[in-house]
């Protein structure tokens, strides 16, 4: 099957997002997101949205996924593989390119791998009957239904763990998917230059106002919970302006959780390629590296 689909992925500060963009550009592509925390408005600084990577030579892309939902609201796996279909055949109708973009592995890994998703059962007898369980019984059921759990949240919230067993325990299977196969461009640097590209971002992010995007968020309503719910830079901003600690402990924290998130990204890709996935590998985001894939796969003569 010819290839419908073309995916950059890589690990954090590795320049992906500026790639992509280029690159759907020169193809009369668009651009759909790949990131779990982008989806959401007014996490601009910290989620890395750099949205004037979009514009290219005066011309603004179209990007979809970004800015779709306020904070206080839930994006899951569910959810983007359905926003995705619905993206994935507007771009396609109008005869465009579809850029699949980003770094969250379960949601790349979602349509790469082409994941069937069960959809909630809902009925009201079962969701009564695990409302009258204890939160200790509903953690032994939801560890007993799902084999591995992907997201640790689900044991640490009474809700999400039951709306988790009512999906496994589910016999539908969301089937409006289409049928997708992607050329994958993995973008990737020295381990050192990773490091060091991660945290000169850094510097340059706190520089731009990244505390304020935090307190911002707090003076309208995000919770300070839901804010460390999203991790790195929103959770240690927040345990920062909640003196928990010091600016320097915060950005010493925070450098570091990033750069072993850096690191469990990749891991995360070379278990798709375990898997059976193919993904090429180039160093750098080096546009003419990329274009020599996509001409030489995608677009053969």
Known sequence: ????LITILGSTATGKTKLAAQLAHHYNGEIVSADSRQVYKGMDIGTGKDLSEYIIKGNSLKYYMIDIIDPSEEFNLFQFKKYFSKYFEEIISRSKIPFLVGGTGMYL?????????????RSEGKIKKLNSLSDEELIELLKSTKERLHNVTDIKDRERAIKAILIENSKKLYKDDPIINSLNIGVNFPREEIKKRITERLKKRLDEGMIDEVKVLLEKGVSYDKLKFFGLE?????????????YNDMFQKLNSAIHNFSKRQMTWFRKMEREGVNIFWIEGNNFESAKKIIDDNYLPD
């Not at 099957?1 to 419908?4: E, P, R, T, V």
């Open 234 to 246: 929103y959770k240690y901003i927040a345990m920062y302006l909640n003196s928990e600690i010091n």
């Open 1 to 4: 099957m010819a290839y419908n």
């Open 109 to 121: 890994s979602s349509i790469i791998q082409r994941y069937s998703l069960k959809i909630a059962d």
